[in-house]
Protein backbone atom coordinates (compact mmCIF):
# COMPACT_ATOMS: atom_id res chain seq x y z
CA UNK A 1 0.00 0.00 0.00
CA UNK A 2 1.03 3.36 -0.86
CA UNK A 3 2.48 5.48 1.84
CA UNK A 4 2.84 9.30 1.27
CA UNK A 5 5.21 11.36 3.11
CA UNK A 6 5.36 15.31 2.73
CA UNK A 7 8.20 17.76 4.11
CA UNK A 8 9.15 21.18 3.86
CA UNK A 9 6.91 23.13 5.14
CA UNK A 10 7.76 25.64 7.88
CA UNK A 11 7.18 29.63 9.09
CA UNK A 12 7.74 32.37 6.65
CA UNK A 13 6.98 35.83 6.77
CA UNK A 14 4.53 37.02 4.49
CA UNK A 15 6.08 37.21 0.82
CA UNK A 16 8.40 34.86 1.73
CA UNK A 17 8.49 31.55 -0.21
CA UNK A 18 8.57 27.39 0.84
CA UNK A 19 8.57 24.34 -1.47
CA UNK A 20 6.85 21.33 0.01
CA UNK A 21 7.81 17.78 -1.18
CA UNK A 22 5.92 14.78 -1.48
CA UNK A 23 7.33 11.39 -2.00
CA UNK A 24 5.61 7.68 -2.67
CA UNK A 25 7.52 4.82 -0.37
CA UNK A 26 8.27 2.10 -1.92
CA UNK A 27 7.31 3.01 -5.30
CA UNK A 28 7.14 5.83 -8.04
CA UNK A 29 4.20 7.80 -8.85
CA UNK A 30 3.72 6.65 -12.47
CA UNK A 31 0.61 7.59 -14.09
CA UNK A 32 -1.50 8.93 -11.18
CA UNK A 33 -3.32 12.61 -9.99
CA UNK A 34 -1.09 14.07 -7.40
CA UNK A 35 -2.67 16.99 -5.20
CA UNK A 36 -2.20 19.39 -2.60
CA UNK A 37 -4.55 19.93 -0.33
CA UNK A 38 -4.53 22.24 3.10
CA UNK A 39 -6.79 22.39 6.17
CA UNK A 40 -6.66 25.68 8.42
CA UNK A 41 -8.59 25.06 11.65
CA UNK A 42 -11.86 25.65 11.85
CA UNK A 43 -12.29 25.26 7.62
CA UNK A 44 -13.04 22.72 5.28
CA UNK A 45 -10.11 20.82 3.09
CA UNK A 46 -9.20 22.96 0.41
CA UNK A 47 -7.71 21.91 -2.67
CA UNK A 48 -4.50 23.77 -3.86
CA UNK A 49 -2.96 22.18 -6.51
CA UNK A 50 -2.72 18.73 -8.36
CA UNK A 51 -0.64 17.33 -11.30
CA UNK A 52 -1.28 14.26 -13.25
CA UNK A 53 2.41 12.70 -13.63
CA UNK A 54 1.86 11.02 -16.50
CA UNK A 55 1.39 14.20 -19.20
CA UNK A 56 2.46 17.23 -16.48
CA UNK A 57 -0.96 18.69 -16.72
CA UNK A 58 -1.84 21.12 -14.15
CA UNK A 59 -4.73 22.35 -12.04
CA UNK A 60 -4.75 25.45 -9.19
CA UNK A 61 -7.35 26.70 -6.85
CA UNK A 62 -8.14 30.78 -7.86
CA UNK A 63 -6.55 31.68 -4.59
CA UNK A 64 -3.32 30.31 -5.65
CA UNK A 65 -2.82 30.73 -9.15
CA UNK A 66 0.24 33.32 -10.28
CA UNK A 67 1.90 32.16 -6.93
CA UNK A 68 1.52 28.27 -6.43
CA UNK A 69 3.47 25.96 -9.04
CA UNK A 70 3.71 22.08 -9.05
CA UNK A 71 5.89 20.01 -10.52
CA UNK A 72 7.53 16.46 -10.66
CA UNK A 73 11.09 14.74 -10.80
CA UNK A 74 11.81 13.26 -13.72
CA UNK A 75 12.03 9.71 -11.60
CA UNK A 76 8.24 11.00 -11.06
CA UNK A 77 9.35 9.98 -7.30
CA UNK A 78 8.57 13.27 -5.69
CA UNK A 79 5.87 15.80 -7.03
CA UNK A 80 6.72 19.68 -5.30
CA UNK A 81 4.79 22.76 -4.47
CA UNK A 82 6.48 25.41 -4.79
CA UNK A 83 4.79 28.53 -3.15
CA UNK A 84 5.89 32.26 -3.61
CA UNK A 85 4.69 35.05 -2.19
CA UNK A 86 3.17 33.64 0.69
CA UNK A 87 0.26 35.30 2.12
CA UNK A 88 -1.18 34.48 6.14
CA UNK A 89 -4.20 33.24 4.76
CA UNK A 90 -1.87 30.34 3.13
CA UNK A 91 -1.31 29.15 6.74
CA UNK A 92 -2.19 25.41 6.98
CA UNK A 93 -1.61 21.83 7.01
CA UNK A 94 -0.81 21.06 3.88
CA UNK A 95 -1.52 17.97 2.76
CA UNK A 96 -0.66 15.62 -0.22
CA UNK A 97 -2.82 13.16 -1.97
CA UNK A 98 -2.79 10.32 -4.74
CA UNK A 99 -5.12 8.42 -7.24
CA UNK A 100 -3.30 6.15 -8.89
CA UNK A 101 -6.17 5.51 -11.32
CA UNK A 102 -5.16 8.01 -13.84
CA UNK A 103 -4.61 11.48 -14.90
CA UNK A 104 -6.24 14.31 -12.75
CA UNK A 105 -9.99 15.66 -13.62
CA UNK A 106 -10.51 19.48 -13.67
CA UNK A 107 -12.87 19.32 -10.58
CA UNK A 108 -10.25 16.68 -8.42
CA UNK A 109 -9.36 19.65 -6.53
CA UNK A 110 -13.08 19.96 -5.53
CA UNK A 111 -13.46 16.65 -4.02
CA UNK A 112 -10.39 15.14 -1.69
CA UNK A 113 -12.65 11.74 -2.01
CA UNK A 114 -11.31 10.97 -5.38
CA UNK A 115 -7.91 9.99 -3.69
CA UNK A 116 -7.69 7.01 -1.91
CA UNK A 117 -3.76 7.46 -0.40
CA UNK A 118 -3.07 10.49 2.15
CA UNK A 119 0.60 11.96 4.08
CA UNK A 120 0.18 13.10 7.07
CA UNK A 121 0.45 16.43 6.38
CA UNK A 122 2.91 19.29 7.08
CA UNK A 123 2.35 23.12 8.80
CA UNK A 124 3.03 25.86 7.00
CA UNK A 125 2.51 29.12 8.66
CA UNK A 126 2.65 32.70 7.50
CA UNK A 127 3.24 35.71 9.49
CA UNK A 128 2.43 39.27 8.53
Known amino acids: QAQLVESGGGSVQAGGSLRLSCSAS????????IGWFRQAPGKEREGVAATSTGDGSTYFADSVKGRFTISQDNAKITVYLQMNSLKPEDTAKYYC?????????????????????WGQGTQVTVSS
Open 26 to 33: RFTFGSAC
Open 97 to 117: AADFRGRCLSWYLNSPAEFDY
